[in-house]
């Protein structure tokens, strides 16, 4: 299923939208699997996999941590699609793949989306790669209907969020914070800011909030005016504390707070 | 062809571009058009220079070495003095540049990665010259094999952050310096301590540093009456090696040597050359060659030397490899220790490990370039920081 769809039809119903986030080959391919899985069966509505890179520069120690523990225990790129096809061919919510640019571009930017297209995946969200630097991605994505999410932050002038949006499909990710992932107590002012300036410049967009979110009420307050609430470093620890079983109760405590 | 020496980022052919977090672009294109605007304005560039002048000590001079080069064959060899800078390596000509742009933006923060602690060493002078804050990221494994850096930037002011994520060498303080800009952008300025990363860095890097060439290819003409046959530096992250080349571009008639730290040897997978070894793709920002394997993970880097131990090179180094227009090399540990070994004893001048690759590189050419032949080499760093590696290499602590 597609990304928009799937957060079109929770606006048609009224219910809010959670994104989250594991790394995949965290503890290993199986159990990153195996936790993929669990969120969409507790509530989760996105998938968003991340690929294991050696320089992520984006993310806090959290995430770090995860995701170098990983790549110790020999994760490779090409299970990327077997993740993928294994996740959507068990669960119903779209399956995003959220990598550095790097390991893209050395593996083919047109064979990565052929084969991400062929293993049932949604699409890509690249935190490293802005518009400017992706006519190669733009054109493979089109050509093989995958979702593109692009990153806008509280920073990004009013031209560089339209253009981040109009070329973003699925939805735009609205970066919260100045920062990178994380836990955070706050994370409503700039993020309501980043928001409303998607809705001026691509009033048609999407748009979900993520870095920092923790809390069923941090996740609660932000789609009561973004599309979705995008949640990774929360989980990625709940797992770290207490495997499965932490990440599972993780997720239903955030969830009961949107749908009640 | 237009002039090599016009070349200006984003782009070095297909090298350079941004592939960085979209929160960091504000501040590169604040970062650029300040430094556009500073480029243009005559008040910047005369108080830079002045600066220079009474503070860093330039222009350095150039020292002509006849002891060494005898062993290097039959060749002149001549030094550009960069050592002789304040705080003892070519570093602290992009540091007093970016410093003044900070000021200019407004930042009241700096935060810098180090390898060697040259750079980190030359950013805490520059916050303490400017009464700016200071923050210095260094490999937890760098802050041990240069630990009297690490005294000199604490001596300085400047808090001094060990990284002990991934490789824990200069890759790693990169990566850490560019998580504390995103979340601190407002504030701080990131002055990035070599020709890699994001627009505009390579260029606005390569810029503050091209007075090592400028300077040296009017000394050569002025006072030996000719332009050298091979201009030759170490390339780690590849500052002071464009620093010189870039005068010498346009001169055919000067051939180019990076040297490149081999590590245990080119014969092994223990090394940083990355010029050699590597493959084009995209580390801290840029798009440039850099050591990787099949999925686009960094591989560790490996070399005595810490300033040289870095995965990838600024794109410039990678555009001028594919033109041809200069050559990239290997030296290895054991090599460049001989060549700093040489130096001391027929100069009296210790240089950099780093530096010393060049050196080297230098009695290599020796026997390749025809008799006579001249080659000028950015001496780009004193060796103090380098006396306990030094010592223990060379056995002369009496205690191992
Ligand atoms: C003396 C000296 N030379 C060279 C280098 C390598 O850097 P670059 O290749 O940017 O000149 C360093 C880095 O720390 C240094 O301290």
């Known amino acids: 299923m597609k990304t928009q769809d799937t957060i079109a039809a929770n606006r048609a119903a009224g219910t809010d939208t959670l994104i989250g986030y ?21 509530g989760v509505d996105v998938l968003e996999l991340g690929v294991p890179y050696s320089d992520p520069v984006m993310d806090g120690l959290v995430i770090q941590e995860a995701t170098g523990e990983a790549l110790a225990a020999g994760f490779k790129l090409r299970q990327t699609f077997d993740a993928v096809r294994e996740v959507s061919s068990r669960v119903d919510a779209p399956v995003l793949v959220m990598t550095y640019w790097n390991p893209v571009a050395q593996y083919g930017v047109e064979k990565f989306a052929s084969d991400l297209q062929a293993a049932g995946g949604a699409g890509l969200i690249t935190p490293d790669l802005i518009p400017d630097e992706a006519a190669e991605w733009l054109a493979a994505s089109d050509a093989h209907d995958l979702d593109r999410v692009f990153l806008v932050a509280p920073t990004s002038s009013g031209e560089r969020v339209k253009t981040a949006s109009d070329l973003s499909r699925g939805f735009v990710y609205a970066v919260s914070t100045m920062g990178i992932t994380g836990e955070r107590q ?24 993520g870095i920092g979110i923790s809390t069923s009420e941090q996740a609660k307050a932000v789609n009561s005016y973004a599309d979705g609430a995008i949640v990774g470093s929360a989980f990625v620890r709940a797992y770290q504390d207490g495997g499965l079983p932490a990440l599972r109760s993780k997720v239903r405590d955030i969830v009961s707070g949107l749908r009640k | 062809m237009a002039n090599l020496r016009d070349q200006v980022g984003p782009y070095f052919g ?7 977090p979209e929160s960091l672009i504000a501040a590169l294109d604040q970062l650029d058009a300040t430094y556009q605007a500073a480029k243009a304005d005559p008040t910047f560039v005369a108080e830079l220079a002045e600066l220079h002048r009474t503070y860093t000590g330039r222009p350095s001079i150039i020292t002509e070495v006849k002891r060494f080069a005898a062993l290097a064959g039959d060749i002149r060899v001549f030094l550009k003095r960069e050592d002789l800078n304040h705080t003892g390596s070519h570093k602290i000509n992009n540091v007093l540049g970016q410093a003044l742009l900070a000021k200019r933006m407004g930042k009241t923060r700096i935060i810098a990665e180090t390898g060697a602690g040259q750079h ?13 804050d200071c923050v210095v990221y260094m490999g937890e494994v760098d802050t041990q094999r240069q630990a009297l850096n690490v005294a000199r930037m604490q001596l300085l002011g400047a808090e001094v952050v060990p990284v002990k994520t991934g490789s824990r060498t200069l890759k790693d303080a990169i990566n850490e310096a560019l998580r504390d800009w995103v979340t601190n952008v407002e504030t701080t300025h990131y002055l990035l301590g070599t020709v890699a990363g994001p627009h505009p860095f390579p260029t606005m890097v390569r810029d503050f540093h091209s007075v090592i060439g400028n300077e040296a290819r009017a000394q050569m003409l002025s006072e030996y009456g000719f332009l050298p046959d091979a201009v030759a530096a170490c ?17 055919e008639s000067v051939r ?41 993970q960094t591989l560790e880097s490996h070399s005595i030397s810490a300033g040289l131990d870095y995965p990838g090179v600024g794109p410039e180094h990678s555009w001028l490899k594919d033109l041809g227009r200069s050559e990239y090399r290997g030296i290895s540990d054991a090599e460049a220790m001989e060549a700093l070994r040489l130096l001391s004893r027929t100069e009296g001048i210790i240089p950099a490990i780093e530096t010393a690759h060049a050196l080297a590189g230098v009695l290599k050419l020796g026997k390749e370039l025809p008799a006579g032949s001249s080659v000028l080499v950015n001496l780009s760093g004193r060796g103090d920081k380098d006396m306990e590696t030094a010592a223990r290499y060379f056995g002369l602590l009496g205690t191992d």
Do not use: W
Not at chain 1, 187 to 209: C, H, I, K, M, N
Not at chain 2, 120 to 132: D, I
Not at chain 2, 265 to 285: E, F, Q
């Open chain 1, 22 to 42: 594991f790394p995949l080959g965290y503890p290993s391919l199986a159990e990153s699997i195996e936790a993929a899985v669990a969120m969409v069966e507790e």
């Open chain 1, 186 to 209: 706050e994370v409503d002012t700039l993020a309501r800011g980043v928001v409303s300036s998607v809705r001026q410049q691509a009033p048609e967009q999407f748009t979900a909030v």
């Open chain 2, 14 to 20: 297909e090298f350079g571009g941004r592939f960085v």
């Open chain 2, 120 to 132: 980190g060493v030359a950013s805490a002078t520059a916050a303490a010259l400017f009464g700016l």
């Open chain 2, 235 to 251: 390339v780690g992250g590849g500052s002071n090696a464009i620093g010189i080349f870039h005068a010498f571009l346009d001169d």
């Open chain 2, 256 to 296: 180019l040597f990076g040297f490149e730290a081999a590590g245990d040897g080119m014969d092994t997978d223990r090394h940083a050359a990355t010029l050699n070894y590597g493959k084009p793709g995209v580390l801290h920002g840029a798009r440039s060659y850099m050591l990787q394997d099949e999925d686009g």
